[in-house]
């Protein structure tokens, strides 16, 4: 697996590459933003990246501003890693296009693990060839969910979303009212049963309600999980 290290401190790059070869991995290393997005280039007679472990605190271009760039440019997953552990900053960066997002100090095999979760999602979406059908769109409301394109409308009007932030909306549409645990969610979407994921699912709940502009469409079940609830217990 090729992967792009986006890192401006050399003794921690140099310290995970270490790691990162040992477990086959074959790393690049770009030392800022530039760097990064001439590496994400296509090239034709070069093997595309599979993951990009991107810090936030780089010279020149900020990792977020490199975030929505490499978005732009291609769509190979992009983990965040950085000291920033506000929830502020990780639902900025998911917004940008970030498919997962590690607090330093990490333990090394979890985010091995995520690396690894991340790029077989990434290989499993490939865009679907026929457009979708009226059996294929979840309609909750004004809030349209196609699933073969993977792509969300909101009274008509398309609405961005990141790979997981649409896992996660069309589990909860293909039910709604019925109540997701915590576990099941994690499990289903992230394929994993870290107790730290908990903190990546309510980020991505608030994103969602943020960007559907509904803020009861995702209702939290306390001490349980989360539920669609039906659109005639929405409110605006």
Not at 74 to 98: E, F
């Amino acid at each position: 697996m090729r992967l792009l290290l986006v890192e401006d401190d050399d003794h921690v790059a140099a310290a995970l590459s270490a790691v990162l070869r040992r477990h086959g991995f074959s790393v690049v290393h770009a030392r800022d933003g530039e760097d990064a997005l001439r590496e994400l280039v296509p090239d034709p007679d070069g093997a595309p990246f599979s993951v990009v472990l991107l810090d936030l605190g780089l010279p020149g271009l900020d990792g977020f501003e490199v975030c929505g760039r490499i978005r732009a440019l291609t769509s190979t997953p992009v983990i965040m890693v950085t000291a920033r552990s506000d929830v502020r900053s990780r639902i900025h960066g998911l917004n940008l296009g970030a498919d997962d997002y590690v607090v330093k100090p990490y333990d090394t095999g979890e985010l091995l693990a995520r690396i690894h979760a991340v790029a077989r999602r990434s290989a499993a979406e490939e865009p679907a060839a026929e457009p979708a059908t009226a059996d294929d769109v979840l309609r909750l409301g004004d809030v349209a969910v196609e699933l073969p394109t993977r792509q969300v409308s909101v009274d008509g009007e398309p609405v961005p979303l990141t790979r997981k932030e649409f896992d996660l909306l069309a589990l909860l549409a293909q039910r709604p009212g019925v109540v997701f645990r915590r576990e099941q969610i994690i499990s289903e979407v992230w394929r994993t049963n870290w107790e730290g994921t908990g903190r990546t699912l309510e980020v991505h709940v608030a994103s969602l309600r943020s960007k559907l502009k509904q803020p009861s469409l995702i209702e939290t079940v306390r001490g349980v999980g989360y539920r669609l609830a039906v659109p005639g217990d929405w409110t605006a």
